[in-house]
Every structure is written in C-alpha cells, then in structure tokens.
C-alpha cells in the first residue's frame, strides 16, 4: 500500500514500510510529493496535456483546409486552399513570392499521386517560401516570420461582387436602342411599363387615343348637376 499523510497532526508520522520496518515521515513533504505526481481527470500530467493543445499555426491551417468545404477533415489542405492561404495572409507580395512560386512549392512537397498535403508537409512549404519571402534574413528566422504572418489567421470572404463595365451589356440594356415589341414594354425614361407593355389594353373610355383631356367631360357633367 501506498504511503498516506497523517491529517491529525503536526509533527513527524510513524509508519510501516512494506517490509515491516518502522520509518519516521513528515506530512508536509509527503504532501508535495503526492500532489507533483498526481494525474490529472484523464490520467495524463499538467505537462502532457499542455503538449496536446493545437498551435496556433496548425489552427489556421485547419481553418483554410475546412474552408468552402463541408466534408474536409481538417486535416489536408488542397491546392486551392494553399494558395487562397498565402493571398490572404500576404505571404504572396507579387515580388519575392508570386502565385507560380505558390503553385510550384505545393507540388513539391505533396505526394506524386495527391492532391493535398498534411500538416508537416504544410510547414515544409512553408519553409520553401520563407526562403523566397525573406531574403535577408537567416533560415529560422524566415520562417519564424512566415509564421507569425499566418498564425491566428482564416480565410477572408469575399464582399459584394463588383459589375465589371462591358461595352456589350452597356448596349443589351440601354432600352433607348430597344425596337420593335421590346420598346413597347418600357417607357422614355427606361422604366417597364408592366403589363400595359406586354398586352394590347383596348381603351373602352370613348376618348380619341391620345387625347389629353381625357375624362373632362365627365367631370363637368357631374359639376352641372351639383
């Protein structure tokens, strides 16, 4: 059996050890060594859960590998995704590193016949990079500041789309060019004008078409017999 701590007193304890013999213990020193090797919940040390905790790195690189997808694992990351990932966290600088540098570096480090990396094969691209990206500084050092460009990262969605200008759709909508049936269905200002544009309303009224004042003189009859 196990050596307990004696709660009830102050002073040195007497036990027997597994062999008999008679030893002398202070509680206070029992105490601490119970707690420095007590396990945790899950039977694991402080330490050894601490190891266990994802990085910060390896967070993004989850994020961007789930991204736009709904069944990834979390656990690759496709070629699109990587490239999406140097974009958004400016590794890509059009200068040092550009998307063919991107695009070569990913097909480095992948397996010959896949389509995704893993994780580590994910830092050894990075590194690739970081050579590239900082020229001045030493190989640590690169990487260490490509990684800090990425940790704590996902991906940016996009905003609205912006129309582009096109001298073709520009001429399709201008309902000022429109002939024929088309024009009919949209006034001068280029308003539709609903259903009065699509079918022939027969004007029943007994006015002229075209007439402008139109519905007079059944106002003037009802003023005469008021």
Request: glycine content about 12%; charged content about 30%.
């Amino acid at each position: 059996m196990g050596v307990m701590p004696c709660c009830l007193c102050l002073g040195p304890c007497l036990r027997s050890s597994e062999d008999g013999h008679t030893v002398v213990e202070d509680p206070a020193e029992t105490l601490a060594m119970a707690e420095n090797k007590t396990p945790d919940s899950n039977g694991t040390s402080e330490a050894g859960s601490v190891s266990n905790e994802i990085g910060e790195l390896e967070e993004a690189f989850r994020k961007f590998a789930v991204h736009g997808d709904t069944r990834a694992t979390g656990r690759e990351l496709n070629g699109k995704n990587w490239s999406k990932l140097c974009k958004d966290c400016g590794i890509i600088d059009g200068k040092n590193v550009t998307i063919t540098d991107v695009d070569i570096v990913f097909s480095k480090v992948k397996n010959k016949s896949g389509r995704t990396i893993t994780y580590e094969q994910f830092k050894e691209a990075l590194q690739e990079l970081a050579e590239k990206r900082f020229k001045e500084k030493t190989g640590e050092e690169a990487v260490q500041q490509v990684y800090k460009m990425i940790e704590g990262k996902g991906p940016v969605v996009s905003g609205i789309t912006v129309a582009v200008d096109s001298p073709t759709v520009s001429r399709l909508t201008d309902t000022s060019k429109f002939t024929g049936s088309h024009k009919e269905r949209f006034d001068e200002s280029g308003k539709g004008k609903g259903k009065a544009g699509r079918v022939e309303i027969v004007d029943d009224s007994g006015y002229v078409s075209g007439y402008k004042h139109a519905g007079t003189y059944e106002q003037k009859v009802k003023g005469r017999s008021k």
